[in-house]
């Protein structure tokens, strides 16, 4: 089956600062790998897709397949980057999505 | 605010009731989701439809759970003999078929008492 992990609930970094949080994933075929993010009172809304291979907010993520793995970073961290982020996983044939635990980002002054 | 809308935002029943949610998906989207999410974790799927149909289930939906959507539109997911343990965010979303991008709802929040 598959899964998603996201090893650090907390992420603490200054503001400018680089940030990469990191997922990890478990799936026999190929995926398609997104992550999303939260902002405090706001739904979960979609940030980036792996096929899109696009920059959203200065936000960028690599499908790297031989580490099974699709860090999203970003060079230098802003405040309003505070959010919890899940990384999720669609399976090739599939619709569901499957989440990691999320990664609670905190950029400080 | 066009994107999915669910009702109620919380509800709070006494442990033994039934609860029914609403979820109202974008309105070009033909497929709704629905997911739950607990405190410290993430979503975890629990059922999906295309059109009326309900293709996909999870393990997690217990008999106790029902989810419809009668026309294709709304969707509604019912929790019968509620238990302290089903206390959580559950959280509906919305996509084309041919796109794979999931938009989501603000959550209906239930706590069991």
């Known amino acids: 089956a598959q899964r998603v992990t996201q090893p650090e609930k907390l992420l603490s970094v200054f503001k400018g600062a680089p940030v990469e949080l990191k997922c990890n994933y478990s799936?026999?075929?190929?995926?398609?790998l997104f992550w999303y993010v939260q902002y405090s009172r706001q739904r979960l809304q979609l940030l980036l897709r792996?096929?899109s291979r696009e920059s959203i907010k200065g936000f960028t993520a690599d499908l790297n397949k031989g580490e099974t793995s699709f860090h999203l970073k970003k060079p230098f961290a802003q405040e309003e980057d505070s959010a919890m982020y899940y990384c999720?996983?669609?399976?090739?044939?599939?619709?569901?999505?499957?989440f990691g635990e999320g990664t609670q980002l905190t950029v400080n002054p | 605010d066009t994107g999915v809308s669910q009702d109620p935002r919380h509800k709070i029943t006494k442990r033994g009731q039934n609860v029914t949610f609403r979820c109202d998906p974008i309105?070009?989207?033909?497929?709704l989701y629905w997911y739950r999410q607990t405190l410290g974790q993430g979503p975890e799927f629990l059922t999906y439809?295309?059109?009326?149909?309900?293709?996909?289930k999870s393990r997690l939906l217990s008999d106790r759970f029902s989810a419809e959507r009668p026309k294709g539109s709304f969707s509604t997911l019912e929790i019968q003999r509620t238990e302290q343990g089903d206390s959580a965010m559950y959280l509906c979303?919305?996509?084309?078929?041919?796109?794979?991008?999931?938009?989501f709802g603000q959550g209906t929040r239930l706590t069991v008492v």
């Open positions: 979303a919305s996509s084309l078929s041919g796109d794979r991008v999931a938009f």
């Open positions: 799936y026999s075929g190929s995926p398609e």
């Open positions: 792996h096929i």
């Open positions: 999720a996983l669609k399976e090739t044939s599939g619709s569901r999505l499957t």
């Open positions: 309105s070009e989207h033909n497929r």
């Open positions: 439809f295309q059109n009326e149909a309900q293709l996909e």
